[in-house]
């Protein structure tokens, strides 16, 4: 099973930005959808966005505005990039990998997510 590597997790307060990294080691990143997960104190975990093999993006309805997933090809690396950070976004957030190879559906509910990893944590103070 492919361990994602997520990292860019920290302490931040309220209006603050992050950027979250994802690696896959020994998968190339364009060749599969790719997502980031999230999960916040007593709620179940929610998708964040997802990001197919032609670097089209898409966003849960929670997430649209302050969300930006990206993907740098030549680093093989995913990205979140989280704006305006309020309390409510502290968490772990996750990155996933399809387990079908990329042309398949690529979306948070409509495809099966196959490798993930340990999570990084963010934590947003008022």
């Known amino acids: 099973e492919v361990q994602l590597v997520e990292s860019g997790g920290g302490s931040v307060q309220a209006g603050g930005s992050l950027t979250l990294s994802c690696e896959a080691p020994g998968y190339t990143v364009s060749s599969y959808c790719m997502a980031w997960f999230r999960q916040t104190p007593g709620k179940a975990r929610e998708g964040v966005a997802t990001?197919?093999?032609?670097?089209?993006?898409s966003y849960a309805d929670s997430t649209k505005g302050r969300f930006t997933i990206s993907r740098d090809n030549a680093k093989n690396t995913l990205y979140l990039r989280v704006i305006s950070l309020v309390p409510e976004d502290s968490g772990w957030y996750y990155c996933a990998l399809a387990q079908r190879l990329w042309p398949s559906t690529c979306s948070l509910s409509g495809t099966s997510f196959g490798s993930w990893g340990r999570g990084t944590k963010v934590s947003v103070s008022s």
């Open positions: 990001i197919d093999g032609r670097g089209t993006s």
